[in-house]
């Protein structure tokens, strides 16, 4: 948290809530293989370790060009002419290491920004349309909050596909108490009701 703040003052509770977002994400990582970081278990190739380094890329344009701040270090996967959805994978050369320390270097420097600009500070985001680009610091502290938990919940259930882990985070899983067998029960009967529904 930055420091000078309370817990009622609102730029406090927008990063409290983005915190949350990172938290929970780069949570999703632990414990797991290089392999199963990386693997796609979707159509669309959505994989833990791509969740990651795609958030750490846009927060770098929202919290840094966006405000004329830039965040110095180069994205290649945006460059023109890169890739299609190179910012969405980790190729074999990009370590974990790399790309978690990455967001956590995105993570200060969007704390700079934030820190040193007013909620009501004017930015511009150059690859909005034009009707709708100019933006103020609170309004992009919105839009990476509901970006970074949008993506957090992708990551709820890639983990789960991988090995079945599930939770909102480490201390607080805020999942229903039950076994193993309480839970086949449960998504049985979720199946059953399906099934019954499809069928009326």
Do not use: C
């Amino acid at each position: 948290m930055l420091s000078g703040m309370t817990g009622t003052d609102p730029k406090a509770v927008l990063l409290r809530y983005l915190q949350g977002g990172r938290d929970a994400l780069l949570w999703k990582l632990d414990g797991l293989s290089e392999y199963d970081v990386r693997r796609p278990l979707v159509p669309t190739g959505t994989n833990l370790l791509g969740l990651v380094k795609h958030v750490a890329s846009v927060a770098a344009g929202y919290f840094g060009g966006v405000f004329d701040r830039p965040f110095a270090e180069p994205l290649p996967w945006f460059d023109e002419g890169a890739e299609p959805n190179a910012d969405m994978w980790a190729t074999a050369d990009e370590s974990r290491e790399s790309i978690v320390g990455l967001y956590h270097r995105v993570w200060a420097h969007a704390d700079a920004t934030i820190g040193a600009l007013d909620l009501d500070a004017t930015g511009r985001v150059a690859w909005w349309p034009a009707e709708r680009n100019p933006v103020t610091l609170h309004q992009i502290l919105v839009h990476m909050i509901a970006e970074t938990h949008r993506h957090a919940g992708h990551a709820d259930i890639v983990r789960e596909l991988v090995d079945g882990t599930v939770g909102l985070r480490r201390d607080n899983d805020n999942m229903a108490p039950g076994d193993q067998a309480w839970w086949a029960e449960y998504r049985e009967r979720l199946e059953r009701a399906a099934k019954e529904a499809g069928s009326a």
